[in-house]
Every structure is written in structure tokens, then in C-alpha cells.
């Protein structure tokens, strides 16, 4: 029989195995999170679509081809989210959060790219925006707590790959050089970055096509102000003394226009094509650009999805402390009564709501993977007791529920 309803290409479904490894994740991260000073948060899964063409900019990849952007019955042009920075910058400016903020987010992104392993259209962002604070300590710390979690979610072969990309003044002094370049090569070069070189020549750099056919045109890194120079050498330095291994790519630009200076994505071998599970970096003028006062920040985001592949760990069903099987009616009833006083001090335990008979009690006892089976019958009933059969070892024995451990 054909499924007439099946899920959209690129969306995943969670199932109870993967999502045990989810929580256990999760709580972890919360946990080195908030021992980093951060407070979480979320934003709507819509937005207005020009926040996301200001923010991303125009020229990117993201906004070009991969947004889902619809009208809705009020004629507004809104678009899910494909990132959270520009959404959380919003929020922070809305509702007047007071810098310095450091905010985290656990939230679905939706990007129409074409799915392969690692890349769904759906996918999962855990992120933090630091915003209100510009020191290279800052930077590092950043880029430091990304690190951490991956090595805490046990992503295999990391690779942390870091660049300064400049401040604005820098890029417009690069771009000219870098467009000279350009447009020496503009036959070679595909449709795409044709239209898009002059208005934005950075981009064509990291274009999957051309990109790695322009492996000598000029460097960022060598335009880059003495500023920019030295602030960079001072994030190196933090993250030297903190034990941070690195690699400093001098090619690394990042799909989002509106990073500045620091730079930096986290690679795995563990996975394929799609080998970047985090990326991030400083974003000096973004508040500004949204409406608000100049205020300095920076953040990242793992791929939550591609963190679990590159873990290599596999999900789980979450095992029964107590499966109660009885044999009558007034037994159930006792039965009832003991799952409910269990329930009450946090085990997890399950009973047979239809009748049936103790053999396929038991059954369903073991698929539910139960610990222990406490069986009830007249006997235990009379006695006040119930049987404790250790799922494991066969072993019996007899104990009143209030001595249940
Ligand atoms: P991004 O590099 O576009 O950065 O995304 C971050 C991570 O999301 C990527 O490294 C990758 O692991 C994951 N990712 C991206 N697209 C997909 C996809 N289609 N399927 C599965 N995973 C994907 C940002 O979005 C910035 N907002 C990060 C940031 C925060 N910068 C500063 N603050």
C-alpha cells in the first residue's frame, strides 16, 4: 500500500530513539551554556523578509535561491527563518535588551538547498549572539565555547578553521583590488557571479563553482588595516593560551555579508561533502544596519543535525523502570494503585490498560525494554506484596511496593 501522505523532501522526522539523543545533548549544552553566562531564547519562525535581505545580503546564496519566502493573506512578503542571528538582533533591539546580552538559541532554520547528507531543508541551529561587547577576548571565548560543545557532543576529526575578513573600510579597499582581478577572468567565470561580481566580488570567492578555480586571485588577508591585523593576532593569542587548536585559512569567507573581521567555521571529517557543522563570527555593523545604535557582537551556530551525524552516536528508546502485569480485576486495581505511587517519586512505569492474558503481559513487558516486572496476583494480593521479576536475570522475589527500589 502507497503512503498518500509522506513528508516533504528535505524534512526529517525525530523519532523517539533519535530524540532521547536530542535531550541527553541538549542538556549538556544547556549546561556549559549557562555556565557561560547565557540565557536562552526564541524568536517567531517568520519574519518579515527584508530583515533577512538586510541582514544576509542580497547577493548571498541564502537570499538568491534558498529562502522559502511566501505573501500572506494580508499581502506582506514573510519568510521562514534560514538563520538566527538577524531574527535574535531584531528581537534584542524590539524589546530593548539592555547589552551586554549573551543569548542562546535551540531553533529550526529552513533553507531550499538541494538535500544530501548533512543538508536538509529543515534543519536544527544551536547558536549564541554575544552582542554588546568588542574584545578580541570576546572573540575567543566565542569561538572557544563552540569548540567545546563539539568536542562535548563527541563530533569526530574537528577541524577548526579561523580568518579576519576586516572591517568594512578594509573590504572596500580589497574590492577594487579584488574586482581588477575579476574582471580579467569574467569569461571563466559562471552566470551567476557574472551578475553578481560588481555588486558584491567577495561572494564569487566562495561560489562552489568558481571558488576553487580562483585559488590565486588576491587575499583579504593581505589588505587587511594594522587594526584589524593586530586584533586578529590577539584572538590567535587567547585561544593559543586557552589550549584552542586552530588553522588559520586565509580563504574562509562565510556565506552571510555581514560579518566582520573574526571568522572561523568547525569542521568534521566524519562527514561528506557537507563537512561544516558551525560557523560563525563577529558582526560589527548588523545592530546598526537593523535600526539600532552602533553596538559590536558576535556569535555561531552548529548544525545540531550534522553535530548528531558526525557523532557517530546512535539513538535509543528509553528503557521501563517498572512494568506491573496482574491477573484479575481486583489485582489490576492493585495494580492501578502501585503504578500511580511509583509515577509519583519519578520512575517510569507502564501497565497493560486492556486486559490480557499474563503471557503477553509479560511480552509487552520486554518490549518495552521494563527493568523489572512486578507481577500481581491473588497470592501477592493476600500477602500485600507483589513479585519483582528482574527482567535481566530471571531472579524472583517478593517485596512490598512501598520497598520497591
Ligand atoms: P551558517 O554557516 O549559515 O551560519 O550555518 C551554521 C551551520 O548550520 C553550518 O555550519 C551547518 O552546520 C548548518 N547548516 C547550514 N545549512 C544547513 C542545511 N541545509 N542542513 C543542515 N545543516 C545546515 C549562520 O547561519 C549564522 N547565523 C551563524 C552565526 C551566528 N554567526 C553569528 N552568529
Redesign the pocket.
Known amino acids: 500500500m502507497g503512503l498518500k501522505y509522506t513528508k516533504i523532501k528535505?524534512t526529517r522526522d525525530i523519532l523517539p530513539e533519535e530524540y532521547s539523543l536530542w535531550r541527553e545533548l541538549l542538556e549538556r549544552a544547556f549546561k556549559i551554556l549557562r555556565s557561560y553566562g547565557y540565557n536562552f531564547i526564541v524568536t517567531p519562525t517568520f519574519e518579515r523578509t527584508e530583515l533577512f535581505i538586510r541582514s544576509i545580503g542580497d547577493t548571498t546564496d541564502?537570499v538568491e535561491k534558498e529562502m522559502y519566502t511566501f505573501t500572506d493573506r494580508g499581502g506582506r512578503s514573510l519568510t521562514l527563518r534560514?538563520?538566527?542571528?538577524?531574527p535574535v538582533v531584531r528581537a534584542y533591539l524590539e524589546n530593548h535588551l539592555i547589552p551586554p546580552q549573551k543569548l542562546a538559541y535551540f531553533m529550526n532554520?529552513f533553507?531550499a538547498?538541494r538535500?544530501q547528507k548533512?543538508?536538509?531543508?529543515e534543519?536544527?541551529?544551536l547558536?549564541?549572539?554575544f552582542i554588546g561587547v568588542r574584545d578580541p577576548s570576546a572573540d575567543a571565548e566565542v569561538v572557544e565555547l563552540a569548540y567545546r560543545l563539539v568536542h562535548e557532543f563527541g563530533v569526530k576529526e574537528i577541524k577548526l578553521e579561523i580568518n579576519s575578513i576586516g572591517t568594512v573600510e578594509d573590504r572596500k579597499r580589497y574590492r577594487e583590488v579584488l574586482l581588477d582581478y575579476l574582471r580579467a577572468r569574467k569569461d571563466e567565470l559562471c552566470e551567476d557571479c557574472r551578475r553578481r561580481m560588481e555588486r558584491n566580488p567577495l561572494r564569487v570567492l566562495d561560489c562552489k563553482i568558481d571558488g576553487p578555480k580562483l585559488l590565486d586571485a588576491p587575499l583579504l588577508t593581505d589588505y587587511l588595516s594594522q587594526a584589524s591585523k593586530s586584533y586578529f593576532e590577539d584572538v590567535l593569542e587567547y585561544l593559543r593560551r586557552w589550549g584552542v587548536p586552530f588553522e588559520v585559512n586565509k580563504r574562509l569567507v562565510?556565506?552571510?555579508d555581514?560579518?566582520t573581521e573574526t571568522a572561523f567555521?568547525?569542521k568534521s571529517g566524519a562527514l561528506g561533502a557537507?563537512d561544516?557543522?558551525?560557523?560563525?563570527?563577529r558582526?560589527d555593523g548588523l545592530v546598526e544596519e537593523l535600526g539600532g545604535p552602533p553596538t559590536p557582537?558576535?556569535?555561531?551556530?552548529?548544525?545540531?543535525?550534522?553535530?548528531l551525524i558526525a557523532s557517530g552516536l546512535q539513538g535509543y528508546r528509553e528503557p521501563l523502570d517498572y512494568f506491573i502485569a496482574y491477573l484479575g480485576d481486583e489485582a489490576r486495581e492493585k495494580g492501578f494503585e502501585v503504578l500511580q505511587a511509583l509515577r509519583k517519586r519519578g520512575k517510569r512505569a507502564e501497565i497493560s490498560h486492556e486486559k490480557k492474558s499474563l503471557k503477553s503481559q509479560m511480552k509487552l513487558a520486554d518490549r518495552l525494554g521494563a527493568r523489572y516486572a512486578l507481577i500481581i496476583g491473588d497470592e501477592e494480593l493476600a500477602r500485600g506484596v507483589v513479585k519483582v521479576r528482574d527482567m535481566e536475570t530471571g531472579e524472583e522475589k517478593f517485596l512490598k511496593p512501598s520497598e520497591l527500589p
Open positions: 528535505g541564502i534560514p538563520e538566527g542571528t538577524a532554520m533553507r538547498e538535500p548533512g543538508r536538509f531543508r534543519f536544527w541551529h547558536g549564541v549572539e562565510r556565506g552571510l555581514y560579518y567555521e568547525i557537507q561544516s557543522v558551525g560557523g560563525g563570527g558582526y557582537a558576535v556569535g555561531f551556530a552548529l548544525g545540531f543535525d550534522r553535530v
